[in-house]
């Protein structure tokens, strides 16, 4: 059987949300499957108070073993630093972060606040992730942490992340296996691919057939700020509710799986000059661009470019 304890920081509650939404298995049969028991949950757990800071400070000084901590949301750092900003008995709680990951056996980030700071980069909080600000390697446990089985923070990104991820990481952590991790460590077998790539408009978006108001079938990388072609992220792999996604419904992509996220500039606008989207797809050189999408909009064939006409 191994521990596990969820740890909420500065968040909205949005992968909570997400757990419980866990299908086939659900989130009750993973965990007696997996054989992991939650030792507690800030939504979940009946525990009294006294209870619960007896909890804490067995595993806090290792008098108690944690397999694995969870940790959503963004850890405080402000003002200055100190972290009181968040504070749980009067103490910074970005120390109780610190305390626990040092005695767990793996250390879990879900959602882009935990891994990178997300939307609370904005404002003065100090928002941080366990291992990263941002892009930059670092956060609350610093670039160097590894956890006692010598790994580092998994991230599993997403706004909120997807269940299927968080069941897939914890599986493979119940078999006792680390899952293969990129650069941002994140799971390899989900965000190793764009968001684009499995999207159902892709065909208008190489014959740059676009649209500047929602509700039609075209792209929406060049006017509507659709965020797909640079975001690595599972969304167009693994659908919500095994039924759709943003971009399946007409909605562009946030690009919430990206450090970066949120973005400074308007969620559905995309910034250009004259036309021309300033982030282009990954990979993709302006030259061979402007040349490339030219040509392809010139040769889309009607039954895209006669969209709106199609019932």
Not at 102 to 107: F, G, K, S
Not at 231 to 242: D, R
Not at 251 to 273: K, R, Y
Not at 285 to 308: I, Q
Request: negative net charge; contains cysteine; proline residues 6%.
């Amino acid at each position: 059987m191994q521990s596990v304890f969820w740890l909420q920081c500065g968040a909205c509650g949005g992968d909570t949300m997400s757990l419980l939404n866990m299908e086939s298995p659900d989130m009750l049969e993973l965990f007696r499957e997996q054989k992991l028991e939650m030792l507690w949950h800030p939504s979940f757990s009946s525990t009294t108070l006294l209870e619960q800071e007896e909890l804490l400070e067995s595993l806090r000084y290792g008098r108690r073993p944690l397999d694995i901590l969870i940790v959503e949301g963004f850890v405080t750092t402000g003002p200055n630093g100190s972290g009181m900003y968040d504070t749980y008995r009067g103490k910074a709680k970005q120390l109780l972060v610190q305390d626990l990951a040092q005695h767990a056996a793996v250390v879990i980030a879900v959602g882009t606040c935990a891994c990178f700071g997300g939307i609370g980069n904005s404002g003065e909080t100090g928002a941080s992730g366990l291992q990263f600000v941002k892009n930059e390697c670092g956060g609350v446990l610093g670039a160097d942490y590894r956890s006692r089985r010598d790994w580092p923070v998994i991230n599993l990104p997403g706004c909120p992340v997807h269940p299927a991820i968080l069941k897939d990481t914890l599986c493979l952590l119940g078999e006792g296996k680390k899952p293969s991790l990129n650069e941002m460590q994140s799971p390899e077998e989900w965000y190793s691919m764009l968001v684009h790539q499995g999207c159902t408009r892709n065909e208008y978006h190489e014959y740059r057939v676009e649209e500047e108001d929602f509700g039609g079938r075209g792209c929406m990388f060049f006017h509507l700020g659709c965020q797909g072609p640079l975001t690595h992220g599972p969304c167009n792999k693994v659908l919500w509710n095994q039924r759709n996604s943003k971009t399946n419904a007409g909605v562009p992509c946030f690009g919430c799986t990206q450090p970066d996220f949120p973005q400074d500039h308007a969620f559905f606008h995309t910034p250009n000059i004259v036309d021309v989207p300033l982030e282009l797809p990954k990979g993709v050189s302006r030259a061979h661009y402007l040349a490339y999408k030219g040509m392809a909009a010139a040769a889309a064939p009607e039954r895209l470019t006669n969209r709106k006409n199609r019932v």
